[in-house]
């Protein structure tokens, strides 16, 4: 958590202004406080200080579960991990308890990285794909085709739970957005990846674009106090519904540790 849809939630509002908050294009960096140094992945403090400033922002987008935001002349990679957020407000604001980093702006206002756990973390690069790059497909790619997908499930023999949740498999995917997933395909998190049929593969791809794209129509979803604002977590089939009926069957929802991952599905219609 943040997962696809509340990342690209985030990404949305940056580019455009949303959820309270003015967009980033246009705006020039002044300067920059680094509130804990080790929120820092690439380069190191003194780098890092000396390049952002002067520089102006012209896109930011999302690849995976990354905050991209494209520069002049460099590209700031932001990741969220456990419980990190941004938000855009006048620099006079007072600083939370967990900001981690403020980017000022020439106008006034201020971009701030707010990370609780401090696992979030923030690269400044001249070529992203060096992060990116070891990124697999994104799910809602159009190209991205059924065949393909069948094909890179077939080559691997994993468990399906936590090969979805490999980000060089597929990017963006998480414990919320891919129990969502599975259920929809009627698929167990156990099921092995080399085992499932062309049409299962289809369904289960057709699954997850159904899942994110719902998620990022509520802005993502909103169970803790990490992420504001989204309300998907009014829709779950069976995340965090343990021992509640399955909406299809009837029958009580399961939890089961996967790769030390809780995982909630139907036994009925999701039996391996």
């Excluded at 987008?61 to 941004?86: A, N, P």
């Excluded at 739970?161 to 919320?176: H, R, S, V």
């Amino acid at each position: 958590m943040p997962e696809l849809p509340e990342v690209e939630t985030i990404a949305r509002s940056l580019q455009q202004g949303g959820r309270g908050q003015g967009a980033l294009p246009g705006r020039v960096i002044r300067s920059v406080r680094l509130f804990w140094e080790r929120t820092l992945a690439e380069p190191g403090k003194e780098e890092f200080m000396k390049h952002l400033p002067g520089q102006r922002v012209i896109e930011v987008t999302r690849r995976g579960k990354f905050i991209v935001i494209r520069l002049e002349r460099d590209w700031l990679l932001i990741h969220l991990r456990m419980s990190g957020d941004l938000r855009v407000e006048a620099v006079a604001s007072k600083p939370q308890p967990h900001d981690r980093m403020l980017i000022l702006f020439e106008d006034g206002a201020g971009l701030f990285f707010n990370d609780t756990r401090k696992f979030g973390r923030v690269w400044l690069l001249t070529d992203p794909q060096s992060i990116l790059g070891k990124l697999g497909p994104e799910p809602l790619d159009e190209a991205f085709t059924a065949r393909e997908f069948h094909t890179r499930l077939a080559a691997r023999k994993r468990q399906l739970k936590p090969l979805l949740l490999d980000q060089t498999f597929l990017a963006g995917l998480g414990n919320i957005y891919t129990d969502e997933a599975l259920f929809l395909a009627h698929l167990h998190p156990l099921a092995s990846s080399n085992a499932l049929s062309q049409g299962q593969a289809s369904r289960l791809l057709g699954s997850i674009r159904e899942v994110l794209n719902e998620g990022i129509l509520h802005n993502g979803a909103s169970i803790d106090w990490v992420y504001r604002g989204g309300d998907f977590q009014n829709h779950f089939h069976v995340y965090q519904r343990t021992g509640e009926p399955c909406p299809v069957c009837g029958k009580p929802i399961e939890r089961i540790l996967v790769g030390q991952r809780s995982s909630h599905f139907c036994p009925v219609c999701q039996s391996v």
